[in-house]
Nanobody
Framework: QVQPVESGGGLVQPGDSLRLSCAPV?????????VAWFRQAPGKEREFVAA????????RYADSVKDRSTISRDYAKNQVLLQMNALKPEDTAVYYC??????????????????WGQGTQVTVSS
């Protein structure tokens, strides 16, 4: 497992789209791991957004984003992408990428991930 680094946050308007990227620090790989996105809004607890196994198989989404978001692997660029569409003000949060080796029942669980990025701010506002 390796330390992840996030990029792609910013200020967008309601209804816009945004793509977040998560890559391992230089020389690292996500092979054998699951990569997840969590987010934390001001005054709220951190919550699960989406997760994907790097080597194929399982993909999971939170109900709040599943119809508007796609998580994917880019093997060529060695990164995980989170495409979010139709953004809402309630999507405003710091988004964190996390790497771990959860079992199926814990893929949405924060404690199943041992390596976390510093986070990237997403602000949805008009």
């Amino acid at each position: 497992q390796v330390q992840p680094v996030e990029s792609g946050g910013g200020l967008v308007q309601p209804g816009d789209s945004l793509r977040l990227s998560c890559a391992p620090v230089s020389g690292g790989t996500f092979s054998g791991s699951a990569v997840a996105w969590f987010r934390q809004a001001p005054g709220k607890e951190r919550e699960f957004v989406a997760a994907i196994r790097w080597n194929g198989g399982m993909i999971r989404y939170a109900d709040s984003v599943k119809d508007r978001s796609t998580i994917s692997r880019d093997y060529a660029k060695n990164q995980v992408l989170l495409q979010m569409n139709a953004l809402k003000p309630e999507d405003t949060a710091v988004y964190y990428c996390a790497v771990g080796r959860p079992i199926a029942s814990t893929i949405r669980t924060e404690s199943a991930y041992g390596h976390w990025g510093q986070g990237t701010q997403v602000t949805v506002s008009s």
